[in-house]
C-alpha cells in the first residue's frame, strides 16, 4: 500500500523484520517523530458503573479502557502516526496499567482495513511443543478444578501480542517501532496513579499474593494497592526498552525468553512445559478475515481459532429468520420477547460452536469451509427449531453445516474469563478492532520480571485453560478444542470491522472482553447500532443477557421483574449476576466518527 506524504513526519525507512534481519537497531532508523507528554489524567472515582457522555470526533479517534492507555494512542495519532502505530501505543499501556486484563505476555486478534483490504493478524498464544492432551488432567485422569490449572505453570502458553503487533506495524506502521513504547516507558519509570478497577481486581485475589514477585510488587507490606497509590514498574519499564530497540526478538530469545521459561518451568505447585525453542519458534500469521453480509452491512470479524465471528453471525443470521418483534428495545431496556429469540439463537449457536470450532491447522472445517456455518439455509433450520418455549439447558444439539472426515465430540462448558479491546480509526484512512487478553484476571498469576531483578514486570497468560480440559468424551470421540502440541487454543474474541455493502464505507469497529460472554456482547451491540439505531454509547449502555446453552443469566440490578419471571415462564431457567463486559465502538458519523465506552469499566474515547 503507499501511504500519503506525511509532512514534517518521517516514516520508519527499513520494515521492523527487515531492519532485524541486518543487524540495525530499531531506534537508529529514524528521526524522532513522537514525543509523549505525560497526561494529567487521574483514575476514575470508583469502579463501579461510570456515566459515559459517548464522544464525537471528526478526524480520528481511539477507544481503550483505560484514560491513560486511551490517551498514548490519542497522542500517537496527533503526531500523524497510523491505527496500527496507536494499537502498539496502547496496547504498552494497558500492559502497565491494566495488568489484570491483557498484557506482552499474552496474545491478541487484530482486524485491520487500510482503505481498501481487510486484514486478520493472529498473535494467539500456541501450546509448548512437549504437551499432550492429557494437560489438565490429574493422577486418577479426571479434569483439574480450574484454578488450580490457571494458576500454574501448566497453563501458560507462547505468548504472541508483540510479535503479531510487530508483523502488522511492518506492513501498516508509518511512526519508528522504538518511539511508539515511549508512553509506557515513561509511565513505568515515573509511576501512575493505580486504577480502582486495578485496586478492586487486587483486593479480591488471592494467588497473585502466593508468587514470589508478584506477591511483593502488588501487596506489599501483605495489603493490596489501594486506587490512587503511585506505582513504579522499573523491571517493565527495562523490558519495553529492549523490545523497542531489539523488536520481539527480545521477548522471544534471550535473557528476558530464558527468564520466562524459568519462571514457568520451575513454578512452585504445577510446572509447565515451555522451552526456549517454543518461543524462539513463535509465528504471528496474517489470516483471511470471514466477511459475512448481514442487512446492508458486511460484517468482518476474525476466523478460527477464533469462534467470536462465527458464533456472533449465527446468532444474528438466526435471528433474521424468525418473527420480528414489534418492540424490541423500551426506556433503554431489552424486550422479553426479543430477549427469549437472542437467547435461543445463542443456544443454537454454542452448541455448534462447542462440536466444530478450532485451531484450522488441526481442525477441518464442516464441508471444508467455516462459512457453510452461516449458510442462509442452513441458519433457517436453525431458526426453525426455536418456539415460544425455550429449549433449555441440553436441549439445543449441534446442527450438521456440512461434512467431516472426523466425527467431533462437543466440548464440556468450562469458564473462560479476562481481555481488553481496543478500537482505532486514523486520518489516513486505516482502522482496526484489536481484542488482547492474558485470559484469567492477572493470567498464570506469574509475574516475570525479565530477568532484570528489578521490582515489577509483566503477567503471564493462562491462556491454555481456553482448552478443553478433557480431550475426549466418554464413547473416546475427540474434542475439536483438545490441547495438543503447538495448537492455538480456540478463543471468543470477536474483533469487528463493519462496512456498507454498498459503498464499502466504514460503519462501525467494535469488541469486547468478557470470556464467552465477548459473542452475546458484541452481537447485541451490533444489533442495537445497527438494526436499532441506536448510537454508540446507547447501544453499550444496553442491560446484557446471556447464556452458553445452559442457565440464563440477566445483568444483576438492570431488568424489570417481570422479564426475568416472563423468561422463566418460557423455561429459560434465568437468574441475576454480575456480567462485566467492556465494550469499545467507534462508528461512523456525517462529521466524522462517535465514540463509546462500556460504563462498567474505566475506558474512554478520545479524537480530534
Not at 533 to 552: F, K, M, N, S
Request: proline share 8%; charged share 20%.
Amino acid at each position: 500500500m503507499t501511504l500519503p506524504a506525511v509532512p514534517f513526519r518521517r516514516r520508519l525507512l527499513v520494515p521492523v523484520t527487515a531492519a532485524l534481519m541486518l543487524g540495525l537497531p530499531l531506534a537508529a532508523q529514524a528521526e524522532v517523530a513522537f514525543q509523549y507528554d505525560l497526561p494529567a489524567i487521574a483514575p476514575e472515582v470508583a469502579s463501579e458503573t461510570q456515566e459515559k457522555p459517548g464522544w464525537a470526533t471528526e478526524r480520528f479517534a481511539v477507544a481503550a479502557a483505560n484514560p491513560l492507555a486511551t490517551d498514548a494512542g490519542y497522542q500517537v495519532l496527533k503526531a500523524g502516526g497510523s491505527a496500527i502505530d496507536a494499537a502498539v501505543a496502547v496496547q504498552m499501556v494497558l500492559t502497565l496499567v491494566e495488568p489484570q486484563s491483557s498484557g506482552i505476555g499474552g496474545g491478541a486478534f487484530l482486524m485491520h482495513h487500510d482503505g481498501d483490504e481487510v486484514a486478520a493478524y493472529d498473535g494467539r498464544e500456541t501450546a509448548p511443543a512437549a504437551v499432550s492432551g492429557e494437560l489438565f488432567l490429574d493422577e486418577e485422569g479426571e479434569p483439574l478444578p480450574f484454578m488450580e490449572a490457571a494458576a500454574s505453570g501448566l497453563s501458560v502458553g507462547v505468548p504472541g501480542t508483540v510479535r503479531m503487533l510487530e508483523l502488522a506495524h511492518a506492513e501498516h506502521g508509518r511512526l519508528p517501532w522504538a518511539e511508539l513504547f515511549g508512553p509506557a516507558i515513561r509511565l513505568a519509570e515515573e509511576g501512575f496513579a493505580v486504577s480502582p478497577r486495578l485496586a478492586t481486581s487486587l483486593a479480591s485475589e488471592q494467588p497473585l499474593r502466593d508468587d514470589p514477585l508478584g506477591g511483593a510488587f502488588y501487596y506489599p507490606d501483605g495489603e493490596p494497592l489501594e486506587a490512587g497509590t503511585r506505582l513504579k514498574n522499573p523491571a517493565l519499564a527495562a523490558i519495553l526498552r529492549e523490545i523497542a530497540e531489539q523488536g520481539s526478538r527480545a521477548l522471544h530469545e534471550g535473557p528476558i525468553a530464558e527468564d520466562l521459561v524459568a519462571r514457568v518451568q520451575g513454578h512452585h505447585s504445577r510446572a509447565g512445559a515451555i522451552t526456549a525453542e517454543d518461543l524462539a519458534g513463535y509465528a504471528a500469521k496474517r489470516r483471511d478475515p470471514i466477511c459475512t453480509a448481514w442487512q446492508a452491512y458486511e460484517v468482518c470479524g476474525f476466523p478460527p481459532p477464533s469462534s467470536g465471528h462465527l458464533t456472533v453471525m449465527q446468532i444474528l443470521g438466526i435471528l433474521e429468520h424468525l418473527l420480528e418483534v414489534e418492540t424490541p428495545v423500551a426506556e433503554g431496556v431489552p424486550s422479553e420477547p426479543w430477549l427469549h429469540q437472542f437467547l435461543e439463537a445463542s443456544r443454537l449457536a454454542f452448541a455448534d460452536r462447542g462440536r466444530y470450532i478450532g485451531d484450522p491447522d488441526f481442525v477441518e472445517a464442516p464441508g471444508g469451509d467455516w462459512s457453510v456455518m452461516l449458510a442462509p439455509d442452513y441458519l433457517a433450520l436453525r431458526a426453525a427449531l426455536i418456539g415460544e418455549e425455550s429449549l433449555g439447558s441440553g436441549g439445543a444439539a449441534p446442527g450438521n453445516p456440512g461434512e467431516l472426515a472426523v466425527t467431533w465430540a462437543s466440548q464440556p462448558e468450562q469458564p473462560e474469563y479476562g481481555t481488553s479491546h481496543i478500537s482505532i480509526v486514523d486520518e489516513h484512512g486505516n482502522a482496526i478492532a484489536m481484542t488482547t487478553t492474558i485470559e484469567a484476571a492477572f493470567g498464570s498469576r506469574i509475574l516475570a520480571d525479565g530477568g532484570t531483578g528489578l521490582a515489577g514486570g509483566y503477567l503471564l497468560n493462562n491462556e491454555l485453560t481456553d482448552f478443553s480440559f478433557a480431550p475426549e468424551d466418554e464413547d473416546g470421540r475427540p474434542i475439536a478444542n483438545r490441547v495438543e502440541p503447538n495448537k492455538r487454543p480456540r478463543s471468543s474474541m470477536s474483533p469487528t470491522l463493519v462496512f456498507d455493502r454498498e459503498s464499502g464505507e466504514l460503519v462501525a469497529s467494535l469488541g469486547s472482553p468478557g470470556g464467552a460472554a465477548i459473542i452475546h456482547y458484541t452481537a447485541k451491540a451490533l444489533v442495537a447500532m445497527l438494526d436499532w439505531g441506536l448510537d454508540a454509547q446507547e447501544a453499550l449502555d444496553l442491560p446484557h443477557a446471556i447464556t452458553l446453552g445452559g442457565p440464563v443469566f440477566l445483568e444483576e440490578g438492570r431488568f424489570p421483574t417481570d422479564t426475568l419471571e416472563a423468561l422463566n415462564a418460557r423455561g429459560h431457567d434465568a437468574s441475576e449476576r454480575e456480567l462485566v463486559s467492556g465494550l469499545q465502538a467507534i462508528q461512523r458519523t456525517e462529521t466524522g466518527f462517535f465514540g463509546g465506552a462500556d460504563p462498567r469499566r474505566e475506558g474512554v474515547v478520545m479524537g480530534d
